[in-house]
């Protein structure tokens, strides 16, 4: 099964949390996903047995969930892995029936950690239905082709301020504009971003896969000197600088294949759940989100 959706994380700074990364998967939620998805299966090999629960080829291809069909495919095919993997499975069991025994089962982190699985898990299904057609390699091969420009070795120096509230940020790159406007001094003062006390806003030179998509297009769209923004991610409202840009050479689609799909699936998500927001009544207090 394709895996649509993807667990985001914390890195700590704002300029982190810019930076795109593999996303990481909770201990609990690697563990409750694992109680939920072992089992015996109609038609499944038995291979061993714990206290009367049976363990089949089925428990270790869910112990392998994390993995890639192709991975999957070759750890069953070694014996001293498929070996490993069953210890772990039959560790993992004996944990889960004295758990049990204890009720751990029945208390409200367990409960709160399955409704947590339940909503990821419905979810990642309900895109898997709905967009798995139109996830294919001649799809992807289609992408690269109509946006080229993303996938080069393009290199940008930029700077950045963040800021919670969008009329501030508009005020903000107002004056950003002005004459002998000192664009890092007012990142220093005024920017959400914890690392801008260090760096003063200086995001440095990067590459167009290492920043959010929004902040990453917008920047790369200017030229030296440009003051850029409000841009708005998920961390707030940007105003960019453009200190210097570097032309690179574009990457072929093998190179960059990778990148290529996990583009057009996020581009997929976004445009169904774009969709559903529009028959939705979804109300945010600001408020209450700004004062946490």
Do not use: C, W
């Not at 930076?19 to 061993?48: D, F, W």
């Not at 944990?95 to 009720?103: G, I, S």
């Not at 850029?228 to 294949?257: L, N, R, S, W």
Request: charge should be neutral; charged fraction near 30%; proline fraction near 2%.
């Amino acid at each position: 099964m394709i895996n649509f959706l993807r667990v985001t994380y914390k890195e700590g700074e704002t300029e982190m949390k810019l930076r795109n990364g593999m996303p990481k998967v909770s201990k609990i939620q690697v563990i409750v996903g694992a109680l939920l998805l072992t089992g015996s299966v109609a038609g499944a090999t038995e291979l061993a047995t714990v206290n009367g629960k049976v363990i089949t080829d089925k428990d270790l291809v869910s112990a392998l969930g994390g993995l890639n069909e192709a991975q999957r495919s070759n750890a069953m095919k070694d014996m001293n892995t498929r070996r490993q993997v069953l210890i772990s499975v039959i560790d993992q069991e004996l944990l889960t029936q004295e758990a049990e025994k204890e009720k751990l089962d029945q208390d409200a982190e367990y409960k709160e950690a399955v409704a947590g699985f339940r909503k990821q898990f419905l979810a990642n299904r309900i895109l898997q239905k709905n967009l798995v057609a139109k996830f294919t390699d001649s799809a992807a091969k289609n992408y690269y082709e109509n946006h080229k420009s993303k996938f080069s070795t393009d290199q940008i120096h930029a700077m950045h301020i963040l800021v919670t509230d969008e009329a501030q940020a508009k005020d903000i790159a107002k004056k950003a504009k002005e004459p002998n406007a000192d664009f890092q001094e007012m990142a220093e003062k005024l920017s959400k971003d914890p690392s801008a006390k260090n760096n003063r806003g200086d995001l440095g030179f990067f590459g167009r896969d290492r920043m959010v998509p929004e902040f990453t297009d917008a920047a790369f769209s200017g030229n030296p000197g440009d003051i850029i923004g409000p841009i708005k991610t998920a961390f707030g409202y940007h105003i960019i600088k453009v200190v210097d840009k570097h032309i690179g050479q574009p990457m072929t689609y093998d190179e960059v294949e990778l990148k290529v799909k996990n583009e057009l699936r996020n581009e997929l998500i976004q445009s169904y759940v774009g969709k559903l927001k529009e028959q939705a009544k979804i109300q945010v207090q600001d408020k209450n989100l700004n004062s946490l």
